[in-house]
């Protein structure tokens, strides 16, 4: 073992070991359910906006709008951004919260570890969260798929279809009971790992939650840059199978990962689109060589 790698690895473990340190004084003498509220609340606020400044300031650079997978439709103008922005923040407050309220006697009675440490190793937390995303997809992609069955589309997920040009803020844009069904997903992974194996530390659903709406942004920011995560990892869903959905309003029900709509064939009618832009570029590409 190299001094490097013993330098490395002593690092490593001091950034831990100071940050456990952190998280049990944050916890220390007070209230854990609590403490629980603000940093899953905080923490979500935070990412969410977060999250979407970068496409903001994409939207404010010319060289960048090549990247726009709609080019005829231009949906994130400032209005529409401030409308979605209020819109969103005031269902983080009125209906997240409260939501985030109960998670701590649930999560506890299931048997959660929530202000103990150390943490959990990498090697626990990362089939934890593989799971998270599979679970949340699978359940996502038929809940996803009801909603636009006649009456649940009309009077629940059209809000969320308003723009069929989406952008990173509209991730959230959605209508209370869509935000409450679909939010059973998101938490609904971690409450059946616990339940079943009681050996789940909140830190480890706290990075799940974050890469979630890292991938919810990301696949409603309407650009598809070459750093893209679906163009590096080929399963991935990503902005540009699920732009295809805004714009049809069919097909890509899910959220996460391709597999689901490949293997109940609801995928076909954006495989025949990717298939005619596709053939159109070519001959665009042969007209140029002619010229």
């Keep these: ?59 404010q650079i010319p060289s960048l ?12 103008t400032r209005q529409n951004q401030w409308k979605v922005f209020r819109y969103v923040l005031l269902s983080h407050f009125f209906l997240e919260l409260p939501m985030i309220v109960g998670f701590h006697p649930v999560a506890v009675y299931l048997g959660m570890t929530i202000s103990s440490v150390p943490f959990p190793p990498l090697s626990k937390m990362i089939p934890q969260i593989f799971f998270f995303f599979v ?19 009309k009077h629940i997920h059209k ?19 869509e935000v409450l069904v679909l939010g059973i997903g998101t938490i609904g992974g971690p409450l059946l790992w616990c339940s079943f194996t009681h050996d789940l530390h909140l830190i480890t659903t706290m990075i799940w939650m974050t890469l979630r709406l890292f991938q919810a942004v990301e696949a409603h920011s309407g650009y ?17 199978h699920h732009d295809y959905h805004h714009m049809a309003f069919t097909n890509n029900f899910a959220t996460s990962f391709r597999w689901w709509d490949h293997l109940f064939g609801t995928n076909k009618k954006y495989l025949a689109y990717k298939e005619r832009q596709r053939k159109e570029q070519h001959s665009a590409q042969g007209l140029k060589k002619v010229q």
């Design 224 to 240: 598809d840059f070459p750093w893209s995560t679906h163009n590096w990892l080929p399963f991935w869903s990503g902005s540009e």
């Design 159 to 177: 809000l969320h279809h308003e723009f069929s040009a989406p952008f990173g803020l509209a991730a959230e844009y959605a209508h209370p009971i």
């Design 65 to 76: 709008q090549r990247y726009k997978i709609q080019q005829k439709t231009i949906q994130n």
């Design 135 to 153: 679970f949340e997809d699978f359940f996502h992609y038929w809940a996803h798929r009801a909603m636009h069955y006649g009456p649940l589309y």
């Design 1 to 59: 073992m190299t001094n490097t790698t013993l330098t490395g690895s002593a690092t490593t473990s001091q950034f831990m070991a100071g940050l456990e340190s952190y998280w049990a004084s944050l916890f220390e003498g007070r209230n854990e359910a609590f403490v629980t509220l603000m940093l899953l609340f905080i923490s979500h606020e935070i990412i969410y906006f977060g999250r979407c400044i970068p496409y903001l300031i994409a939207d």
